[in-house]
């Protein structure tokens, strides 16, 4: 089997193939996930994978077949989303950017999980990704939704994840990062939420060596496409030549 390209084990979009590592919040989301009619919430700070997490469990609990994706962003999801509530069977939806519908919307999502809970609905799941405190921002339309969901708040990994996470991205490419030491990469500025962040590992290449394999050659692997969460990061000091 051919050793894939970096950008395709480190990933700046899309579900994970190689290097997934369960956050803490994950045995959560599996609950959940199997809990009929429950509504699920799923909020932390832009980047740090929440999404992901949501889109990688569906997958590993096969209830990926029938889920719509839907983005507060989007006009023409945004009045997908204001009909849900009349569609009948739609099998597993994810509305994120929740934080970005209107209140008007936000007010009808509330009612709605609260009627899904009530039912035990087997054929809806409504699942809300949001940034901090958007569970909040959904009960404060419905109190009584306290009761009827799940909320998960997503923060920054310990170390040990992380590292978990750079060793499978490691022998997916057949190559050892010289640099692993977390705690240090994070003081750059960087927190362990964001380097947990897919997308943003793309920066570990610019401050690391590789050693590819049992070749002694070693290569310094310059990755500019940076996230947005890293703007302004520091000049680029190549650790090898």
């Known amino acids: 089997m051919p050793v894939p390209y970096v950008q395709d084990v480190f990933k700046t979009r899309g579900v994970p193939t190689y290097t997934f590592v369960?956050?803490?919040?994950?045995?959560?989301?599996?609950?959940?996930?199997?809990?009929?009619?429950?509504g699920l919430v799923v909020e932390g700070p832009s980047g740090i994978g929440k999404t992901t997490a949501v889109e990688n469990a569906l997958i590993e609990l096969n209830l990926h077949g029938n889920v719509t994706k839907l983005s507060a962003r989007l006009p023409e999801d945004v009045e997908y989303?204001?009909?849900l509530p009349t569609l009948g069977k739609v099998g597993t939806v994810v509305v994120d950017d929740?934080?970005?519908?209107?209140?008007?919307?936000?007010?009808?999502?509330?009612?709605?999980?609260?009627?899904?809970?009530?039912?035990?609905?087997?054929?809806?799941?409504?699942?809300?990704?949001?940034?901090?405190?958007?569970g909040e921002s959904l009960i404060q339309f419905a109190h009584d939704l306290v009761n009827?969901?799940?909320?998960?708040p997503f923060e920054s990994n310990p170390d040990h994840r992380v590292r978990e996470l750079l060793s499978k991205g490691e022998r997916a490419l057949n190559i050892t990062l010289?640099?692993?030491?977390?705690?240090?990469?994070?003081?750059q500025k960087y927190s362990k939420s964001i380097i947990m962040s897919l997308p943003?590992?793309?920066?570990?290449?610019?401050?690391?060596?590789?050693?590819?394999?049992?070749?002694?050659?070693?290569?310094?692997?310059?990755?500019?496409?940076?996230?947005?969460?890293?703007?302004?990061a520091p000049p680029w000091n190549p650790p090898c030549n």
């Open 81 to 83: 989303i204001n009909m």
């Open 148 to 152: 009827r969901l799940d909320v998960v």
């Open 98 to 134: 929740f934080h970005k519908l209107p209140t008007t919307t936000r007010q009808a999502l509330a009612d709605y999980m609260k009627t899904l809970a009530d039912r035990s609905s087997t054929d809806v799941k409504l699942i809300v990704v949001g940034i901090n405190k958007a």
């Open 22 to 38: 369960h956050p803490r919040e994950y045995p959560r989301l599996l609950l959940n996930l199997r809990t009929p009619g429950r």
């Open 178 to 187: 010289n640099v692993l030491d977390v705690s240090s990469f994070a003081e």
């Open 200 to 232: 943003s590992l793309s920066i570990l290449f610019m401050f690391t060596c590789i050693n590819h394999g049992s070749s002694s050659r070693h290569a310094c692997a310059v990755q500019r496409s940076l996230s947005p969460g890293l703007v302004g």
